[in-house]
């Protein structure tokens, strides 16, 4: 049981103290705002261009919300993190 311990505490010091280990735990939740901030970028712009040549209607702005762009990105942070 000592040699257990000892490689479990040499296992957590080099865990806490590497940054690959930080990026693995990092990289999906990361790639999720990624994913979230283009698509805000996107579609800012889009309204932005759809204000400027005078074609704003209600019903387009309802349906294309951030919602399922939003679930999209959750669902790919989640399938990431399986993975790992």
Do not use: C
């Amino acid at each position: 049981m000592n040699g257990f311990v000892t490689a479990l505490k040499s296992e957590l010091f080099i865990a806490l103290r590497t940054f690959a280990s930080k990026l693995i735990l990092l990289a999906p939740a990361l790639v999720v705002i990624l994913q979230n901030v283009l698509l805000w970028i996107t579609e800012t712009g889009q309204a932005a261009r759809d204000s400027l040549m005078g074609s704003p209607s209600f019903d387009e702005v309802v349906s294309s919300n951030a919602y399922g762009y939003f679930v999209d990105s959750m669902s790919t942070g989640l399938t990431m993190l399986g993975f790992y």
